[in-house]
Structures are given as structure tokens and as C-alpha cells.
Nanobody
Framework: QVQLQESGPGLVKPSQTLSLTCTVS??????????WSWIRQPPGKGLEWIGR???????YYSPSLKSRTSISRDTSKNQFSLQLSSVTPEDTAVYYC????????????????WGQGTQVTVSS
């Protein structure tokens, strides 16, 4: 069974960089055709896709967050990480990592396994 677990600070000061790590078990992040995503949900709002890193290391970012986002991986630890720079209180959210695959049928990425989520608050 695939399991994902987010980790990182729960409180970040404005203008600093938010850093989270997702540890994956039950699958390798280099398994062909799977993608590893970061998604967030601000309080009272819907899910927002942040970006993903592919099995081959390619990265894809939300256009609205691209200038502040970096996703990387450590294949030796089977982990992938998120860095979001210059944070503001609007970046306060529950952050999730998830495994995704591309569906030719729906022409969309489908998330099939999720971490439990971690609350990150941006406040001084």
C-alpha cells in the first residue's frame, strides 16, 4: 500500500520560505508514469494544485505560484520536497502531498494516494 507523509514547520514568518517534505513508502518516486504532487487548501477555500515532479524528475508548476515555487526530490530517501518563497498570510493552508497519474480517458491527472495533510500558518 502506498503511503505519503508530509513533514515540516507548522509556522512560518512572512517573507520567509516554506519548506515541506513528503516521505513515500510502498512505491518508488521513480516508478514510471507516476507524478508526485503538492496541493493545498486554504481555510474556507477549495483545493489548489501547487505543482508536481514526475518519475523522471521533470517539474510542473501552477502558473500563479511558479515564480515562488520549487519542487525537488531525493531518490535515495524516496522523498520529494516543496519550497515556497516569500510567503504571506495568504499562503496559510493545509498542505498535502499526493501521487498522481495521467488519465488518457479524462485527459487529466488523477490523484490516487494522499498524505494526511499538514497545517502551515504564516504569521509573525
Amino acid at each position: 500500500q502506498v503511503q505519503l507523509q508530509e513533514s515540516g514547520p507548522g509556522l512560518v514568518k512572512p517573507s520567509q520560505t516554506l519548506s515541506l517534505t513528503c516521505t513515500v513508502s510502498g512505491d518508488s518516486i521513480t516508478t514510471n508514469f507516476y507524478y508526485w504532487s503538492w496541493i493545498r487548501q486554504p481555510p474556507g477555500k477549495g483545493l489548489e494544485w501547487i505543482g508536481r515532479i514526475a518519475y523522471n524528475g521533470d517539474t510542473y508548476y501552477s502558473p500563479s505560484l511558479k515564480s515562488r515555487t520549487s519542487i525537488s526530490r531525493d531518490t535515495s530517501k524516496n522523498q520529494f520536497s516543496l519550497q515556497l518563497s516569500s510567503v504571506t498570510p495568504e499562503d496559510t493552508a493545509v498542505y498535502y502531498c499526493a501521487r498522481a497519474w495521467y488519465s488518457d480517458y479524462s485527459d487529466q491527472y488523477e490523484n490516487d494516494y494522499w498524505g494526511q495533510g499538514t497545517q502551515v500558518t504564516v504569521s509573525s
